[in-house]
């Protein structure tokens, strides 16, 4: 896995979902993009917090993930906005959108990368959303954990 890791180059991340949902499951999903798309996406200011992937005929897309205008590409750029395809094997794709229609979960995007052959992906978490009660238990178990490493940190120091 270490090697997978360090040959990603992240394009966009979301880090506001975990506080916001619980992650179920993850995939790796490819992206139907434009050539300007990319070129936006490489330059690294892409945004994916208010975005999710819904289905559309039998299909998943990313809705609201938004892709700047590539300045250079004049008039054959892109929508920021626009729907992008989701490319996954059938089998997934109907399991995503059975647990996105019966068990009332949420399709959301937690990266868009590119990985070692340069192709852009988007890792995607099966989420079920949390309450408040949630977060601020969490909340309290993450300062528990950080103020617990100092006492270790200044008692074996």
């Known amino acids: ?84 395809k989701l490319l996954l094997h059938k089998r997934e794709a109907n399991r995503l959108r059975g647990a996105i229609q019966r068990e009332g979960m949420t399709l959301v995007p937690l990266s868009i990368y590119f990985n070692e052959r340069g192709i852009a992906k988007v890792e995607l978490g099966l989420a079920r959303g949390k309450r408040k009660v949630d977060k601020r238990e969490a909340e309290k178990t993450r300062d528990w954990q950080r103020d617990r490493a100092r006492l270790l940190r200044q008692r074996s120091g």
Do not use: C, W
């Open 1 to 84: 896995m270490g090697s997978r890791e360090t040959a990603r180059r992240l394009a966009a991340q979301n880090r506001k979902v975990r506080h916001d949902f619980f992650i179920e499951d993850t995939v790796e999903a490819g992206l139907m993009l434009t050539g300007s798309e990319v070129k936006s996406l490489r330059l690294g200011r892409a945004s994916i917090v208010e975005a999710h992937a819904t289905d559309r005929d039998g299909e998943l897309f990313l809705m609201n993930a938004h892709i700047p205008v590539y300045e250079s590409a004049n008039r054959f750029n892109h929508a920021p906005l626009r729907p992008r």
